[in-house]
């Protein structure tokens, strides 16, 4: 099996983009990669138009952006990455917990939400989790996200598939949430068929983001 990046043993590193317009805060980030073993500091930019920029060129696996840059913001790349049709995995670094923001944040493709008061060594697992495929909110953004919902009548998943998803968005594979469960594999595609379904999503990380987006999951 070819190892992602970031895995243990002899995987490759993951390549990392991070994009603040606060110089400090990119050098802050910079050292903290600078003792990581399997993440390795790519691009950096401190407007939105270079971060796009750099993406194209230097292909990271994984970007950080912040949410407001001048130029272009977070949300906006990531809206310009869907258009371009490319599934960048993108971590929004913000230090505005405003729910709606995050709704938007999340309905546009974001993977993992990182407060900046947080401490760095939050936002090195959340680039590890989203490399693998998983899905990483902030546990205080969390919490904004699973506020007071509009009166919408929201999909009825099964426990299990909640608990399926929930692993899911921790960036594991079906083997490894099958392990967990003590179920087979099979029966992990199953409930996550059904979920999907009932969450009107094409892919798996899509139902994962909506059932984030609508507090089914936590």
């Given at each position: 099996?070819?190892?992602l990046?970031?895995?243990?043993?002899?995987?490759?590193?993951?390549r990392?983009?991070?994009?603040?317009?606060h110089?400090?805060?990119?050098d802050?980030v910079?050292?903290?990669?600078?003792?990581?073993?399997d993440?390795?500091?790519?691009?950096r930019?401190e407007?939105?138009?270079?971060?796009?920029?750099?993406?194209e060129?230097?292909q990271?696996?994984?970007?950080?952006l912040?949410?407001?840059?001048?130029?272009l913001?977070g949300?906006d790349i990531?809206?310009?990455?869907?258009?371009?049709k490319?599934a960048?995995?993108v971590?929004?670094?913000?230090?505005?917990?405003?729910?709606?923001?995050?709704?938007?944040?999340?309905d546009?493709?974001?993977r993992g939400?990182?407060?900046?008061?947080s401490?760095?060594?939050?936002?090195?697992?959340?680039?590890?989790?989203?490399?693998?495929?998983?899905?990483?909110?902030?546990?205080?953004?969390?919490?904004?996200?699973?506020?007071?919902l509009?009166?919408?009548?929201?999909?009825?998943?099964t426990?299990?598939?909640?608990?399926?998803?929930?692993l899911l968005?921790?960036?594991?594979?079906n083997e490894q949430v099958?392990?967990v469960?003590?179920?087979s594999?099979?029966?992990?595609?199953?409930?996550?068929?059904?979920a999907?379904?009932?969450?009107?999503?094409?892919?798996?990380?899509?139902?994962?983001?909506?059932?984030?987006?609508?507090?089914?999951?936590?």
């Amino acid at each position: 099996m070819t190892s992602l990046p970031g895995d243990d043993g002899d995987g490759p590193a993951i390549r990392l983009l991070v994009a603040d317009d606060h110089p400090a805060i990119l050098d802050a980030v910079a050292q903290f990669v600078a003792g990581e073993a399997d993440i390795e500091l790519v691009a950096r930019a401190e407007d939105g138009e270079h971060a796009l920029r750099l993406i194209e060129s230097r292909q990271p696996d994984v970007a950080i952006l912040d949410i407001r840059m001048p130029k272009l913001g977070g949300i906006d790349i990531l809206k310009r990455l869907g258009e371009a049709k490319n599934a960048l995995p993108v971590i929004l670094f913000t230090g505005y917990p405003e729910r709606g923001l995050l709704l938007e944040s999340l309905d546009v493709g974001a993977r993992g939400f990182v407060l900046k008061e947080s401490p760095l060594v939050d936002l090195m697992r959340a680039t590890r989790i989203v490399a693998r495929g998983g899905t990483y909110i902030d546990p205080v953004l969390a919490g904004v996200l699973a506020g007071p919902l509009a009166a919408e009548r929201l999909p009825s998943l099964t426990k299990r598939e909640r608990e399926v998803l929930r692993l899911l968005s921790d960036g594991m594979r079906n083997e490894q949430v099958a392990g967990v469960l003590l179920i087979s594999p099979l029966t992990v595609r199953s409930h996550v068929k059904n979920a999907m379904k009932k969450l009107e999503a094409d892919t798996r990380t899509q139902a994962v983001a909506s059932a984030l987006r609508q507090s089914l999951i936590t």
